[in-house]
């Protein structure tokens, strides 16, 4: 059964940059049938996409956010990565790791989540 | 960049109830068109792919319809456990998505 699971710091400091690694486990982040995403919500908020990645390496990001924005994989360690620089307060939220399936176009596995503050 | 707005916001219903929610995208869509359920605490989880698409293992008292720009979900008869927050979310110009702002389905 496929997991996905999200880690990194749980506080970061405003103006720096925000890490989180995606470890997908139970199945190949290879596979030419997904791409990878990562999404948001800050507290008592909807959800926001932040940007997706193929295994290929190709990206997509949300235009509010692309210009912070970096998302890669790699695939030796079946793991994607989201990084996002120069965070304010606004940035703090659960962030969630979640696949895509391309033909139906939804959402279907998705991590737990993983809170991030920012706060000096 | 494709919007998508939600109606009600909230909503209050009882067990036994149908409830419908509407989402509404800025410009067509085709059906390409997600719905998810999502509780206090946990990852949203999805329901209905492509508008009308039942994901496996979602109770059938689940639907979805519409295309174009305006779509709905429908609960036939509202469980103790469908209360919850759900979100539509576009995908016509996958992998770019947008979601919506979201419905809360409270008990009345």
């Known amino acids: 059964q496929l997991q996905l699971q999200e880690s990194g710091p749980g506080l970061v400091k405003p103006s720096e940059t925000l890490s989180l690694t995606c470890t997908v486990s139970?199945?190949?982040?290879?596979?030419?049938?997904?791409?990878w995403g990562w999404i948001r919500q800050p507290p008592g908020k909807g959800l926001e996409w932040i940007g997706s990645?193929?295994?290929?390496?190709?990206?997509y990001y949300n235009p509010s956010l692309k210009s912070r924005v970096t998302i890669s994989v790699d695939t030796s360690k079946n793991q994607f990565s989201l990084k996002l620089s120069s965070v304010t307060a606004a940035d703090t939220a659960v962030y969630y790791c979640?696949?895509?399936?391309?033909?139906?176009?939804?959402?279907?596995?998705w991590g737990q989540g993983t809170t991030v503050t920012v706060s000096s | 960049d494709i919007q998508m707005t939600q109606s009600p916001s909230s909503v209050s219903a009882s067990v036994g109830d149908r409830v419908t929610i509407t989402c509404r995208a800025s410009?067509?869509?085709?059906?390409?068109l997600a719905w998810y359920q999502q509780k206090p605490g946990k990852a949203p989880k999805l329901l209905i792919y492509?508008?009308?698409s039942l994901q496996s293992g979602v109770p059938s008292r689940f639907s979805g319809s519409g295309s174009g720009t305006d779509f709905t979900l429908t609960i036939s008869s509202l469980q103790p456990e469908d209360f919850a927050t759900y979100y539509c979310?576009?995908?016509?110009?996958?992998?770019?998505?947008?979601f919506g702002g979201g419905t809360k389905v409270e008990i009345k």
């Open positions: 979310q576009q995908a016509n110009s996958f992998p770019l998505l947008t």
């Open positions: 139970g199945g190949s982040i290879s596979s030419s049938s997904y791409y």
């Open positions: 492509a508008a009308s």
């Open positions: 990645i193929y295994y290929s390496g190709s990206t």
């Open positions: 410009q067509g869509i085709s059906s390409w």
């Open positions: 979640a696949r895509h399936v391309y033909s139906s176009r939804g959402m279907d596995v």
